[in-house]
């Protein structure tokens, strides 16, 4: 599983997990560690960035990829890739705040 942050059209962070495998009946919540990275953002996009970052709060878009397989008693699917994308996820700079929720668009 792949998971990218993207602000402005660049990827500024990522991550990456190891296969897991779902059992049916349970929800499992993920978290991926996305590092920071030091990438060159055009001189409009960073003061856009700066600009938000001094408002407490920035807005990016967060990509998942991820390959899956579904499985039916003995019966296991091919392996599909899924792909989701969810934005506009809000990134608060305050502790006092929490991001909410953000609706995605999910493609297999």
Known sequence: MEVRVVYDDQAVAWGEMAPFLHCH???????VPTV???VQLGESSENEMNRERAGGKV???V???ARIQFQIASFKSKHYTLRASCSPVVVYFSSSRE??????DVKI
């Open 59 to 61: 807005t990016v878009r």
């Open 99 to 104: 991001s909410g929720r953000t609706e995605c």
């Open 25 to 31: 009946h349970k929800a499992t919540k993920i978290r």
């Open 63 to 65: 990509e998942v990829r």
């Open 36 to 38: 920071a990275r030091s």
